[in-house]
């Protein structure tokens, strides 16, 4: 089959893509042919997920490749964002620079681990270190920031319990990137992986109740400390950063399964159903980083 990827890539691409996918998920058809010709510029909450869709596939034995790309100036970003290298398709950069963007973003980066490596840990400081004219940034929104892209990272373990799916590490590894856009105040990041997904992780770790839906897990895994019962790790899940998404006033996207949960602010709340089985969960921050929600507060009173 051919994916045609045509204007942005973000987030509300994913289950589109996710759905044209289904004859080579469900074994129909074994080459996906990916024509980028007229792919715009990506963010990470629609770069990172494609990555993880074209790796699933391949990890499924379809076989897929590249035979459009983007112009010069969009190919160059996604070069540099490592997206050819990390889905095995052929790059056409012979040599990528740093760009004018240089410090304000970290690329598409494998997850071995459930924690943030020493050197990823370095550029995410970095990326709010030089903030232009009439942007500010406090110490408690800087470290809140690394403490929340921390969280999620860790929150990768739940995905790969092997005591839960002994099969689940022949799966790709999940995916992380971030990018911080200068004018509007804001940087996203945004972790995808293709693991046991919320509803199962919750069910398996927790001996629950199966849940009657995916919505329903994403909203139980929102509702409590969700430290892991059957290992190690000091991660409290995604309930805390739930609750500092709204302080913040910035965007939490979570996806998996066949369901949506976008948490904007304090205010606003949308919840979708029925859409493309995901069997993994994407989690997208967009956070403001003018804004001092203090994370390290909320995390000690969920500790309690």
């Known amino acids: 089959m051919r994916l045609a990827v045509t204007g942005t890539v973000n987030a509300a691409i994913f289950d589109s893509y996710l759905l044209q996918c289904q004859p080579c998920i469900q074994g129909t058809d074994g080459e996906l042919v990916l024509d980028l010709s007229s792919a715009d510029w990506g963010y990470p909450s629609g770069l990172v997920p494609l990555a993880s869709l074209m790796r699933a596939l391949s990890g499924q034995g379809v076989t897929v490749r590249v035979d459009s790309y983007p112009d010069k100036s969009v190919c160059s970003y996604y070069c540099r964002m490592g997206f050819f290298n990390l889905i095995g398709a052929n790059s056409p950069c012979r040599q990528v620079r740093g760009g004018t963007g240089e410090g304000r973003f970290i690329e598409i980066t494998e997850l071995r681990h459930p924690q943030i490596e020493a050197e990823k840990r370095t550029k995410l400081v970095g990326l709010l270190r030089r903030l232009p004219e009439g942007v500010n940034a406090t110490g408690v929104s800087r470290s809140s920031f690394i403490d929340a892209c921390g969280e999620l990272v860790s929150n990768t373990r739940h995905a790969y319990e092997a005591r839960i799916d ?43 109740q199966p849940f009657t839906s995916h919505l329903d897990a994403i909203d139980a895994a929102l509702a409590f400390r969700n430290k892991n019962p059957m290992g190690g790790g000091e991660g409290i899940g995604l309930s805390a950063l739930h609750s500092y998404i709204k302080k913040n006033g910035g965007t939490l996207r979570i996806r998996s399964g066949d369901a949506l949960k976008v948490q904007q602010g304090d205010r606003r709340t949308t919840s979708t159903q029925q859409l ?29």
């Not at 911080?180 to 629950?208: N, Q, T, W």
């Not at 921050?285 to 804004?291: H, M, T, Y």
Request: glycine content about 12%; charged content about 25%; overall charge positive.
């Open 166 to 208: 002994n099969t689940i590490g022949t799966r790709p590894p999940a995916l992380l990137q971030a990018q911080f856009y200068p004018k509007r105040g804001l940087v996203e990041f945004c972790v995808s992986d293709c693991g046991l997904g919320i509803k199962r992780s919750m069910e398996g770790e927790h001996g629950a």
């Open 276 to 304: 493309p089985g995901w069997d993994g969960t994407i989690v997208t921050l967009e956070i403001r980083v003018e804004k001092a929600a203090d994370l390290s507060r909320i995390v000690k009173r969920l500790a309690k």
